[in-house]
């Protein structure tokens, strides 16, 4: 199994937002606004995230997440950016 180089990993665990998430984890009623400003910033980081997904030499990327609120979480709205940059080219 071929593994990650150090700069994708790197990119791929930025991506997790965590000042965003413990900013919205301290109020849920906050959730909307954290996926316009968590959007914002994946689009302003289009170009790397572009990079990173070029770099990666396998067909599946599987995210992994310890999430506690599958419904809203990061990982969703991450997922959605992913999939529409891969599939937008």
């Not at 180089?5 to 930025?14: A, I, K």
Request: aromatic share 8%.
């Amino acid at each position: 199994m071929e593994s990650a180089s150090p700069t994708c990993l790197r990119v791929l665990r930025e991506l997790s937002a965590t000042g965003l998430r413990k900013w919205c984890h301290a109020n849920y009623s906050r959730y909307v606004e954290f996926v316009a400003k968590y959007q914002h910033e994946l689009e302003e980081r289009q170009a790397d995230i572009q990079q990173t997904i070029e770099s990666i030499t396998h067909q599946t990327m599987i995210l992994v997440t310890s999430i506690k609120d599958p419904v809203r979480s990061y990982a969703i709205v991450l997922q959605k950016f992913l999939r529409n940059l891969i599939s937008n080219g």
